[in-house]
């Protein structure tokens, strides 16, 4: 089995190691810091299943769980977050992962939960179970901003962070005219008129 780690504190990877050196048979274990490792790594190396935290520097472990998925949509990716189940969640599912366990949990079902997802099934807490089900049966309990599409929500992030239209399109690779698109949408669906609306929302829900 391959596994690839992604979290910058390296006292974390370490924990994760050692769990995961628990696991029956061969491992091979990789380490990195940053979401451009990740990426870098992928394009080198076939790993069974990427161990990606979503509070990154630079790229957030989000985005390079899209990047992930729409580059090698075999690679199974589980996130491993500090952030309860109910402020991602459902946002990593669907982008594509396969699983999310918080940090606080993971010594007790990291190794369930790679071994169900490498054997090609998925991870999911009864709790999280519960709110997918609500997602699917009561649009009304989505925050605000699950109502974007996946370029909108990464558009919104980095226009809170301070972000200029040209940096945003020279980091996602499109035109500021189409960064301009975003950034319409998003202020027509979330309601708001100026990017520090943007930010003082996403520091209440805790996006940035």
Same mark, same amino acid.
């Given at each position: 089995?391959? *596994?690839?780690?992604?979290?910058?504190?390296?006292?974390?990877r370490?924990?994760?190691?050692?769990?995961?050196?628990? $696991?029956?048979?061969?491992?091979f %274990?990789?380490?990195?810091?940053?979401? +451009? !490792?990740? %990426?870098?790594?992928?394009?080198?190396?076939? =790993?069974? @299943?990427?161990?990606?935290?979503?509070?990154?520097?630079?790229?957030? &472990?989000?985005?390079?769980? !899209?990047? %992930?998925? /729409?580059?090698?949509? /075999?690679?199974?990716?589980?996130? *491993?977050?500090?952030?309860?189940?109910?402020?991602?969640? @459902?946002?990593?599912?669907?982008?594509?992962?396969? &699983?999310?366990?918080?940090?606080?949990?993971?010594?007790? !079902?990291?190794?369930?939960?790679?071994?169900?997802?490498? !054997? &090609?099934?998925?991870? %999911?807490?009864?709790?999280?179970?519960?709110?997918?089900?609500?997602? @699917?049966?009561?649009?009304? *309990? $989505? /925050?605000?901003?699950?109502?974007?599409?996946?370029?909108?929500?990464?558009?919104?992030?980095?226009?809170?962070?301070?972000?200029?239209?040209?940096?945003? &399109?020279?980091?996602?690779?499109?035109s500021?005219?189409?960064?301009?698109?975003?950034?319409?949408?998003?202020?027509?669906?979330?309601? =708001?008129?100026?990017n520090?609306? $943007?930010?003082?929302?996403?520091?209440? +829900?805790?996006? @940035?």
């Amino acid at each position: 089995m391959k *596994i690839l780690i992604c979290d910058d504190h390296q006292i974390v990877r370490v924990g994760i190691r050692q769990l995961l050196q628990q $696991l029956p048979g061969k491992v091979f %274990i990789e380490e990195c810091g940053d979401g +451009n !490792e990740v %990426i870098s790594k992928l394009e080198k190396d076939d =790993f069974d @299943i990427v161990l990606l935290d979503i509070s990154l520097p630079g790229i957030s &472990g989000l985005e390079v769980l !899209e990047l %992930i998925k /729409s580059k090698w949509k /075999s690679v199974n990716v589980l996130i *491993i977050s500090m952030h309860p189940q109910e402020q991602y969640a @459902i946002r990593a599912i669907k982008l594509g992962a396969s &699983g999310y366990l918080t940090k606080e949990s993971a010594s007790e !079902e990291l190794l369930i939960a790679v071994k169900k997802i490498v !054997e &090609g099934g998925k991870y %999911i807490s009864q709790s999280l179970a519960e709110q997918l089900a609500l997602y @699917i049966d009561n649009k009304s *309990i $989505l /925050s605000k901003h699950d109502i974007l599409s996946k370029r909108e929500y990464v558009t919104m992030i980095k226009l809170a962070n301070g972000k200029t239209l040209q940096e945003i &399109g020279d980091e996602l690779l499109i035109s500021i005219k189409t960064v301009s698109t975003y950034r319409t949408r998003v202020m027509a669906k979330l309601k =708001f008129h100026k990017n520090s609306e $943007l930010t003082r929302y996403c520091l209440s +829900n805790q996006l @940035i």
